[in-house]
């Protein structure tokens, strides 16, 4: 294949439509725009959505659901970690400030959660950390204390 032959498929490219050119063309006369109203005239604009006066849809429905800026901003405040990422931390002292030196939670975070998902293999203590009952059984088992 040459870029020098190179052409569109067949049906892409069609003729463009002559306007207002005899009726013969079957887009003579009204020129396709149809009898009368608005959009037949020159300028005939309204806006998307705007329904002849009648009132339009997005204003006939009820309002519905809001976003708290509050929830939001709390929602970045507070994560949930899995139990087997501890694994990785050398000290069994496990607390915000740890996490955060670490790199597991950013700094935005005020509230974590631990919850049960693969295995912990070491002892750890847990300091202001909310935990799942099963993330606490499962501390417990290998030899550490939730506090």
């Known amino acids: 294949m040459q870029l020098n032959s190179l052409k ?4 892409a490219v ?3 439509r002559r306007i207002g050119r005899g009726i013969g063309t079957g887009f003579g006369k009204t020129a396709g725009r149809g009898h009368k109203g608005q ?8 806006k998307t959505g705007f329904e002849g006066g009648q009132m339009p ?3 006939r429905l009820p309002k519905r659901g809001f976003v708290s800026f509050k929830k ?6 507070t994560t949930t970690i899995r139990l087997s990422v501890l694994n990785s931390l050398e000290d069994g002292n496990v607390d915000l400030a740890v996490l955060q030196k670490h790199g597991i939670i950013n700094n935005r975070v005020k509230h974590v959660k631990l919850y049960l998902s693969g295995q912990i293999n070491k002892k750890i203590v847990t300091k202001n950390i909310l935990v799942t009952n099963g993330a606490k059984a499962a501390i417990i088992a290998a030899g550490g204390n939730v506090e």
Do not use: M
């Not at 569109?8 to 049906?11: T, Y």
């Not at 959009?39 to 309204?46: P, V």
């Not at 939001?72 to 405040?77: V, Y």
């Open 39 to 46: 959009k037949s005239r020159a300028g005939g604009f309204h």
């Open 72 to 77: 939001n901003q709390a929602s970045d405040q």
């Open 14 to 16: 069609q003729p463009r």
């Open 57 to 59: 849809l997005q204003r």
């Open 8 to 11: 569109p498929a067949v049906g």
